[in-house]
């Protein structure tokens, strides 16, 4: 079966670095995803990584990918107040209509 | 582009009341979802629409209808709402591309039912 899961809070100090871990079931998934979600709003998509891949980076964002291990995590460099959020790991499944398959996310504190 | 818009952004029901939330998407996309987030348990799929005419069951779909009044327009229906509906309700249609697909989330709807 399909399961995505993550830890469910995560508390750093501003400027620290900042690793959201993820595991997920499906091995056929092509893409993963990491989503945020900022208070009150709906998801937005951060950054994806493509399964061949074992690393991507963008500006402040590294996500890691470990297939053997289907482990996925997202580092955030240097975090920032307003990185503050949830932010949800998510695989791609076919059996409806390509829907995302999301963990239960990430609460992330960043203190001042 | 307004994206994916919903309408209520609030609504307080009584147990039994029934209502309709409206979803619409201005970026021409096929695919639909309505989902629900509950707090520790991530999103949950209600019901989808793969393309305009069509819809199928997701994960939870007990107690909720939909329509694809378009292939702007989605929308979900609780006829007789329980308290086990409270919940955030989140519209959310797809791009497909060549490559990665991305879904687009709109702002959600905070239903309590008491």
């Known amino acids: 079966g399909e399961d995505v899961e993550q830890s469910l809070f995560l508390s750093v100090r501003e400027g620290d670095s900042s690793v959201i871990n993820c595991t997920y079931t499906d091995s056929s998934s092509t893409y993963l995803y990491w989503y945020k979600q900022e208070p009150g709003a709906g998801l937005q998509l951060l950054t994806y990584i493509f399964s061949n891949m074992d690393m991507k980076q963008d500006q402040r964002l590294t996500v890691l990918l470990n297939k053997k291990d289907k482990h996925l995590s997202l580092r955030i460099a240097d975090t920032q107040t307003g990185d503050s959020a949830i932010y949800f790991c998510?695989?791609?499944?076919?059996?409806?209509?390509?829907?995302?398959?999301f963990g239960a996310g990430t609460i992330l504190r960043v203190k001042s | 582009n307004a994206g994916v818009t919903q309408t209520p952004k609030f609504q307080v029901l009584k147990t039994g009341q029934s209502m309709t939330l409206q979803c619409a998407q201005d970026?021409?996309?096929?695919?639909m979802y309505w989902y629900r987030q509950d707090p520790g348990m991530g999103l949950r799929l209600i019901y989808y629409s793969a393309s305009e005419g069509t819809t199928d069951k997701g994960e939870v779909p007990n107690g909720y209808n939909v329509s694809r009044l378009n292939k702007r327009e989605f929308s979900l229906r609780l006829e007789s709402a329980a308290p086990s509906q409270t919940s955030v309700y989140f519209c959310a249609s797809i791009r497909v591309g060549l490559d990665y697909n991305e879904q687009f989330f709109g702002p959600g709807t905070r239903l309590t039912v008491l």
């Open positions: 970026m021409n996309h096929n695919s």
């Open positions: 998510a695989e791609t499944n076919r059996e409806y209509g390509n829907k995302l398959v």
